[in-house]
């Protein structure tokens, strides 16, 4: 009778378990609900993060999140914005939603350095931000070949801005087809010496960008951003004759964004320019966040190196500090843990009418902004 009245009341716990669990979703997509837009697509990148195993470290310690370089990094030289390629990727169905907001703010003071990488043409888009919009011919979907194929783009377009394209100089980088850039390209000595990625939810400070790179010797291998899980990721890669093996590595995810240094981007090319990235993602399986930390840290033989400025949806957004929020290198907005989840920040718009936080953070930056100064009571 004992062990029946103890089977009965472990039962009882997993359904009110189950029960709780339910709730706090319906709450958090009832909370998200009121504010239409901005948890699209949050679920999928959650569920893409989980992917791979991250157990089993195998004695490898956690990263030290930084803020300054560590020794041998170093360098006291100066960068301007146009040694810095940024690549923002999106897709059709968020170039009103998302696209509008980081034009009307960040990519405002970035627009000669920043290139939208999408999967539709869009003539509003292309009004807006003319040979700096990439079409790619990737698919819309969600998926890791479809991501990788944007990813593809970026770098392969960043390899060939500043180069010499066909007969003439031409003011941006080539449009892309499916992953491959149809030019031959002559390389010049203008070459932007970093790339870097961002996804269409984060917000981007230009200056904290530039000051951060300004620290590193660009005459090293650099890979900066932040890792979203706590240990390097276990993934199984293919072999020939139908044989696996299994790696780790870290990876700096995408929805923080992440650095390259021109040099390290140099090495990357065998497994990441055109369709090699493609074929490189195939080969574990995993998107194509994880598939750069891959090439880097399995192939290359490079390191992440971990920065606590880059920020994802993926963390709690509320517990960085407004007094430090403009030194921050990338900030994010959407759903974490089935609750609203965006930078603590007043002013000078309401949530209501500025749910991301972003206007009145680039207010904050920027308050000489038209539209800033015609807030009300700013």
């Known amino acids: 009778m004992g062990r029946r009245l103890l089977r009965g009341v472990s039962g009882a716990a997993v359904v009110l378990a189950s029960v709780a669990l339910l709730s706090m979703r319906h709450h958090g997509a009832r909370e998200a609900a009121q504010y239409p837009g901005i948890g699209e697509g949050m679920l999928e990148k959650s569920e893409q993060q989980s992917q791979g195993s991250p157990e089993g470290a195998g004695g490898r ?13 170093r360098s006291k030289g100066s960068l301007t ?30 627009s000669e350095q920043t290139y939208i990488f999408t999967d539709e043409e869009d003539d509003a888009l292309k009004r807006r931000m003319g040979g700096h919009v990439i079409f790619t011919n990737c698919s819309a979907e969600h998926s890791h070949l479809a991501l990788s194929c944007k990813m593809a783009a970026e770098f392969d377009a960043f390899l060939a801005s500043g180069l010499r394209w066909g007969r003439a100089a031409v003011g941006g980088p ?22 870097c990625h961002l996804d269409d939810d984060n917000y981007l400070n230009p200056g904290a960008l530039l000051k951060l790179l300004s620290s590193y010797a660009e005459t090293r291998d650099v890979y900066l951003g932040k890792p979203s899980l706590n240990r390097p990721i276990w993934a199984s890669e293919t072999l020939p004759n139908n044989q696996t093996k299994s790696v780790r590595f870290w990876f700096a995810t995408g929805g923080a964004g ?25 080969l574990i399986r995993l998107p194509d966040d994880c598939t750069v930390g891959y090439i880097i840290e399995c192939k290359v033989g490079g390191q992440l190196i971990p920065n606590a400025l880059f920020h994802s949806h993926l963390e709690n957004l509320q517990i960085i500090p407004t007094s ?28 209501q009418e500025d749910p991301s936080r972003f206007r009145s953070l680039h207010c904050h930056l920027y308050p000489n902004t038209s539209w800033c100064l015609q807030a009300v009571g700013w």
């Open 258 to 282: 992440f650095c390259i240094s021109l040099k390290l981007a140099r090495k990357m090319v065998p497994w990441a320019s055109g369709r090699n990235f493609l074929s490189t993602s195939e």
């Open 174 to 195: 080539p449009r892309a087809r499916g992953t491959l850039l149809t030019a031959n390209f002559l390389c010049l000595p203008v070459c932007p010496s970093w790339f």
């Open 61 to 73: 310690q956690q990263k030290d999140l930084r803020v300054h370089p560590p020794e041998g990094y």
């Open 324 to 351: 430090q929020l403009m030194q921050q290198v990338t900030l994010s907005y959407g759903v974490f843990e089935n609750k609203l989840n965006v930078i603590e920040l007043s002013g000078p718009f309401s949530p």
């Open 81 to 110: 914005l146009g040694d810095i390629f940024i690549a923002v990727k999106t897709t059709k169905r968020f170039h009103h939603s998302r696209m509008e907001l980081l034009l009307d703010t960040w990519i405002s003071q970035a």
